[in-house]
């Protein structure tokens, strides 16, 4: 029976799930949107995962790490090994791609972070959650709104021949600017490369300010993709910038390499298996008023059974038996 091992990235905007082997291969991947619905996208990319694995002989979900703004969600509905947050998943997993790597760009569909290591730990880091100017979803505007498609955004940014200074600070700004310099007749190539360089002068102003980057650099999450966003960095640092094949998925992967050290010494994974697809997942919450820090209490259900609570400072909630109701 062969051993793979099962990582699990949910968040904002994208919901990752790709299988690796005992080697680390990449053995299935699936990049899909979670459309503020994770419990049944997941429950769909579990599916389709599934159906892919039958191509698969003598296999064994051997372990599973969940990370992403939905990690403890997706804990609960499959049954992790290990749960993280996405700086340690993407960290682990750009160490697998470059050994050595010092200094990890990374820009998502909702917000974007910056991760240093030094001598392979994580001495630093920082995330941007509030400002839209410096993630995917505002290209994604952006491009849409001048009728291009987000996949051809980052080739006709490298056919600027003028450079264009587009305000990149804020994203209502950047959009008006954007239209200033259209309406001024600069082209489209030369408007697009211009944000692009601001996107990038958004990131290094803002999450990267007073930080030591030093290469090598890993670029990682779906924006990675934008071969104009690349150049911009490269122009920026004066460094090469390393994209890994598997860049949109990095949080995933590195969730799966967490979940195969995790599991080295267990006899058992505590993965519920693939029939969760089948299960009804429904999550309630409401504010305890016990203490001035009035947490929001979240529980998950599984077939109208409690099955796990979380968001208390205190414990009272989290630490008493799953099975009493708090309802």
Same mark, same amino acid.
């Given at each position: 029976?062969?051993?793979?091992?099962?990582?699990?990235?949910?968040?904002?905007?994208?919901?990752?799930?790709?299988?690796?082997?005992?080697?680390?291969?990449?053995?299935?991947?699936?990049?899909?949107?979670?459309?503020?619905?994770?419990?049944? $996208?997941?429950?769909?990319?579990?599916?389709?995962?599934?159906?892919?694995?039958?191509?698969?002989?003598?296999?064994?979900?051997?372990? *599973?790490?969940?990370?992403?703004?939905?990690?403890?969600?997706?804990? *609960?509905? $499959?049954?992790?090994? #290990? *749960?993280?947050?996405? #700086?340690?998943?993407?960290?682990?997993?750009?160490?697998?791609?470059?050994?050595? *790597?010092?200094?990890?760009?990374?820009? !998502?569909?909702?917000? %974007?972070?910056?991760?240093?290591?030094?001598?392979?730990?994580? %001495?630093?880091?920082?995330?941007?959650?509030?400002?839209?100017?410096?993630?995917?979803?505002?290209?994604?505007?952006?491009? %849409?709104?001048?009728?291009?498609?987000?996949?051809?955004?980052?080739?006709?940014?490298?056919?600027?021949?003028?450079?264009?200074?587009?305000? !990149? =600070?804020?994203?209502?700004?950047?959009?008006?600017?954007?239209?200033?310099?259209?309406?001024?007749?600069?082209?489209?190539?030369?408007?697009?490369?211009?944000?692009?360089?601001?996107?990038?002068?958004?990131?290094?102003?803002?999450?990267?300010?007073?930080?030591? #980057?030093?290469?090598?650099?890993?670029?990682?999450?779906?924006?990675?993709?934008?071969?104009?966003?690349?150049?911009?960095?490269?122009?920026?640092?004066?460094?090469?910038?390393?994209?890994?094949?598997?860049?949109?998925?990095?949080?995933?992967?590195?969730?799966?390499?967490?979940?195969?050290?995790?599991?080295?010494?267990?006899?058992?994974?505590?993965?519920?298996?693939?029939?969760?697809?089948?299960?009804?997942?429904?999550?309630? !919450?409401?504010?305890?008023?016990?203490?001035?820090?009035?947490?929001?209490?979240?529980?998950?259900?599984?077939?109208?059974?409690?099955?796990? =609570?979380?968001?208390?400072?205190?414990?009272?909630?989290?630490?008493?038996?799953?099975?009493? %109701?708090?309802?």
């Amino acid at each position: 029976m062969k051993n793979v091992y099962l990582g699990i990235d949910v968040g904002s905007v994208s919901t990752n799930i790709v299988i690796i082997d005992e080697n680390n291969n990449l053995l299935e991947k699936l990049y899909i949107r979670t459309m503020g619905n994770p419990i049944n $996208v997941l429950k769909e990319g579990l599916g389709k995962i599934k159906k892919s694995l039958k191509n698969l002989d003598n296999i064994q979900i051997s372990g *599973v790490g969940t990370t992403g703004s939905g990690r403890e969600l997706a804990s *609960v509905m $499959v049954g992790a090994d #290990i *749960v993280k947050n996405e #700086i340690t998943a993407h960290a682990i997993a750009a160490l697998n791609f470059v050994p050595g *790597v010092k200094t990890i760009l990374e820009i !998502g569909g909702q917000d %974007s972070k910056i991760i240093l290591l030094r001598n392979n730990v994580i %001495s630093d880091f920082a995330m941007n959650t509030v400002c839209a100017a410096g993630t995917g979803s505002f290209l994604d505007r952006q491009a %849409s709104r001048l009728g291009i498609p987000i996949e051809e955004f980052g080739k006709l940014a490298l056919n600027s021949t003028t450079q264009v200074r587009i305000a !990149g =600070r804020c994203a209502v700004f950047a959009e008006s600017d954007m239209i200033h310099k259209q309406q001024l007749g600069y082209s489209q190539e030369d408007i697009i490369n211009g944000l692009c360089e601001a996107l990038v002068r958004n990131y290094l102003n803002n999450l990267a300010k007073g930080k030591d #980057i030093q290469p090598p650099i890993v670029f990682q999450g779906g924006v990675a993709a934008n071969i104009g966003i690349k150049k911009a960095f490269e122009k920026a640092l004066g460094y090469e910038i390393h994209v890994p094949k598997y860049h949109n998925v990095m949080g995933a992967i590195g969730a799966a390499l967490l979940a195969k050290e995790k599991v080295k010494n267990k006899e058992k994974s505590n993965f519920l298996g693939f029939n969760i697809t089948d299960k009804n997942f429904k999550v309630k !919450g409401f504010e305890c008023d016990n203490c001035p820090n009035v947490c929001e209490i979240i529980g998950i259900y599984r077939d109208d059974e409690l099955v796990a =609570r979380w968001g208390d400072k205190c414990g009272k909630w989290s630490n008493l038996n799953v099975a009493c %109701s708090f309802e």
